[in-house]
């Protein structure tokens, strides 16, 4: 199975953009590129997810390296609500339907 | 709110003993899943339910059965409880397989075996 690969941590101040990047160099051509994040004691939330294109919504985007073999999650402007681990994950559908979890990176937003 | 709901939200158990755990959703999605979460990782599939009546293995299913009582409904089973499946349970609905939206969690199942 495709895996992906993240830094454990990252840091940013409250109001400026955060970068988070995300490696997949095995993703196949039918794995979707999925974001979640979590907070402490609650079940993942859906931040954003895309295939080949670039893709906006009111949480964040999500830019695709056009190898797909990477991605980068674009928080514009983090709050201090913005703290939690973000998981990139595969979504993996040939044959199967599941998601493949990473260890995902834990952000600290400062005020 | 809409969402997705899981009882109970913890539980001790003995080693040996059974328990079910429950999740329900009032989204109207076909598809469903059981996953767990130890410490420090990220989250492993046991099963899912592309629909009423299906279910199929995930990552991790050995010591665990499951039942898609209807639409709403899909029930997580532990027959002999052992301290290997202390973890936090989540259950996740879909409205599609195919991958074209997002999972909604519960808010888990705190789990300890003893």
């Known amino acids: 199975d495709a895996k992906t690969t993240q830094p454990n941590s990252m840091e940013s101040n409250e109001e400026e953009p955060v970068h988070l990047p995300c490696n997949h160099s095995?993703?196949?051509?039918?794995?979707?590129i999925h974001w979640y994040r979590q907070l402490p004691s609650q079940g993942p939330e859906y931040v954003i997810h895309?295939?080949?294109s670039n893709v906006n919504n009111r949480m964040a985007s999500l830019a695709i390296a056009e190898d797909r073999k990477s991605s980068t999650l674009i928080l514009h402007r983090a709050t201090l609500r913005d703290a939690a681990v973000y998981y990139c994950?595969?979504?993996?559908?040939?044959?199967?339907?599941?998601?493949?979890f990473g260890t995902g990176t834990r952000l600290q937003v400062f005020p | 709110n809409a969402g997705v709901t899981q009882t109970p939200k913890f539980q001790v158990l003995k080693t040996g003993q059974s328990m079910t755990l429950q999740c329900a959703q009032d989204?109207?999605?076909?598809?469903m899943y059981w996953y767990r979460q130890d410490p420090g990782m990220g989250l492993r599939l046991i099963y899912y339910?592309?629909?009423?009546?299906?279910?199929d293995k995930g990552e991790v299913p050995n010591g665990y059965n499951v039942s898609r009582l209807n639409k709403r409904e899909f029930s997580l089973r532990l027959e002999s409880a052992a301290p290997s499946q202390t973890s936090v349970y989540f259950c996740?609905?879909?409205?599609?397989?195919?991958?074209?939206?997002?999972?909604?969690f519960g808010s888990g199942t705190r789990l300890t075996v003893v």
């Open positions: 994950i595969l979504r993996v559908l040939y044959n199967t339907d599941k998601l493949i």
């Open positions: 339910s592309a629909s009423e009546g299906t279910t």
């Open positions: 996740a609905s879909s409205e599609s397989l195919l991958g074209l939206v997002g999972y909604t």
């Open positions: 895309g295939l080949t």
């Open positions: 095995t993703i196949s051509g039918t794995d979707y």
């Open positions: 989204m109207n999605h076909n598809s």
